[in-house]
């Protein structure tokens, strides 16, 4: 199969199945036992974690990596917090930790050790604050692995790291906590691919935005939030951010969403975490 024969975004998508692919080979390979998939048991997850890595990766399929600015663009996007002043672990630590895990995914992108390791040790902190009992030992490793340039791996890391606080928060149903951190870092992560494909704008390079069913999905999230939580401030915002960022992602399979739609979702993704931290 020409990867490039197929629309970017659904080619990102396989080149990450791929990736996944080829590490579930290798626990194989090295005499890992798995159970048999049963269809009849299997259950609904729900929304995974988005991240923005599929929507680099599309991009690259589209415009040479290194004429990418991702140093630029993590600098111009990436927020700078304090954890140390945040005590709302039911609202602004949680929206903080979505933006900060989108954050470190740009920093392994852009491949800089240092920006990652801020990110890394903000995300530790926040976390330890959520008063989960989260095992945060992958933080450590992820800075460690980006010292010494292994990427892959500190992807993976910060991969495991992301799932941890979300099993963490998911063991108490409904937890709110879980939807907002998924929701920011969705909202950071949209500002990282307008942004970039603003910038390297093309009919091909716009369809990478299409995701409809994940924004109304993220929507319903919000929708289902107690009513205290949607009052605050931070979330109302990005309540009512949602439909228009739904109608501009919301376009055919190999349908471009207008550059002037493009910059306004990177308005709006912007508008809605600076309600939270300013940058």
């Known amino acids: 199969m020409n990867l490039r024969s197929l629309t970017p975004a659904l080619a990102a998508s396989l080149s990450c199945l791929a990736l996944i692919g080829n590490v579930?080979?290798?626990?194989?390979?090295?005499?890992?036992?798995?159970?048999?998939?049963?269809?009849?048991?299997?259950?609904d997850k729900g929304v995974a974690m988005p991240t923005p890595l599929d929507k680099f990766l599309a991009l690259t399929l589209l415009v040479k990596t290194k004429d990418i600015d991702w140093n630029g663009t993590f600098n111009a996007v990436a927020v700078d917090v304090d954890p140390d002043k945040y005590t709302d672990k039911d609202v602004l630590i949680p929206e903080l930790l979505g933006i900060r895990i989108a954050d470190g995914v740009m920093a392994i992108q852009a491949k800089d050790a240092e920006m990652l390791g801020k990110a890394a040790s903000d995300i530790e902190k926040l976390a330890d604050k959520l008063d989960e009992k989260i095992d945060l030992s992958r933080a450590k490793r992820v800075r460690t692995m980006a010292n010494e340039g292994k990427w892959m791996d500190v992807f993976r890391e910060l991969g495991f790291l992301q799932q941890d606080i979300m099993k963490k928060l998911e063991e108490k149903p409904n937890d709110p906590r879980s939807s907002l951190l998924m929701v920011t870092g969705w909202v950071q992560g949209s500002r990282y691919s307008s942004k970039l494909i603003s910038a390297h704008y093309s009919d091909a390079s716009s369809n990478i935005l299409r995701e409809p069913l994940l924004v109304a999905a993220l929507q319903a999230k919000i929708d289902k939030l107690p009513a205290d939580i949607k009052k605050a401030p931070s979330v109302a915002k990005i309540a009512s951010a949602l439909p228009r960022m739904h109608e501009i992602v919301n376009v055919?399979?190999?349908?471009?969403?207008a550059k002037k739609n493009v910059d306004e979702l990177q308005t709006l993704a912007t508008d809605c975490i600076k309600g939270i931290v300013s940058k």
């Open 24 to 43: 579930q080979a290798q626990k194989e390979e090295s005499g890992a036992k798995n159970p048999p998939i049963d269809i009849k048991n299997a259950v």
């Open 252 to 257: 055919g399979i190999d349908k471009p969403i």
